[in-house]
Structure formats: structure tokens, C-alpha cells
């Protein structure tokens, strides 16, 4: 995302975008906005946007765990020669 204009969109947004507006809370956001005001380093600010968006990923898993029971749950390991296949065969039951 940073190799992609995420500063540059960071950068345009600021000019926008109220600073205390919500849409600032969105995972990364303000790591980036550090970096752009000159508060952060590249290098921290890539490393908090990887830890926010592993914390915002753990929290996606634990509410998923939350909410729906473990049969409902198809599990996939992108590592196992099966993965693409259990995969279309979850999609096409789901087509059903």
C-alpha cells in the first residue's frame, strides 16, 4: 500500500479531511498521517501500520470465532495442495 500512493493519498486527504474526523481511525491512517506531518519515520510508521493491521486481524478472527459455530466454519490452510479445491467445493455448496 505505501509502494502504491498511500502517502500521496494520506497527503490529499489531510488538505480535506478535518483532522478529528472518523474516517482517521481506519487501520494505518494515522501512522501515515504522522509520517506525512513529519512526527514518524518511515520505518516506525510501516511498523505500526503492520501491527495495527495484525491486532485488526486478530480481532476479525476472535469476533468470526464469536459468532458462528465450528461446523459452520470452512477452515483453509493456503499451504495445503488441497486448499483450492475444498474451496470451490465450500463455494459451489454455497451456490446450491
Request: aromatic share 10%; proline share 4%; glycine share 6%.
Amino acid at each position: 500500500m505505501l509502494a502504491g500512493g498511500w502517502r500521496e493519498e494520506v497527503r490529499t486527504l489531510m488538505r480535506d479531511v478535518p483532522a478529528d474526523a472518523p474516517a482517521w481511525n481506519a487501520c494505518g491512517y494515522d501512522a501515515i498521517r504522522q509520517l506525512e506531518d513529519g512526527t514518524l519515520s518511515a520505518s516506525d510508521a510501516e511498523s505500526r501500520v503492520v501491527i495495527a493491521t495484525r491486532q485488526y486481524a486478530k480481532r476479525q478472527r476472535t469476533w468470526f470465532r464469536h459468532q458462528l459455530a465450528g461446523l459452520d466454519v470452512t477452515r483453509l490452510d493456503p499451504r495445503a495442495p488441497d486448499w483450492e479445491a475444498r474451496a470451490l467445493s465450500w463455494w459451489n455448496t454455497c451456490d446450491a
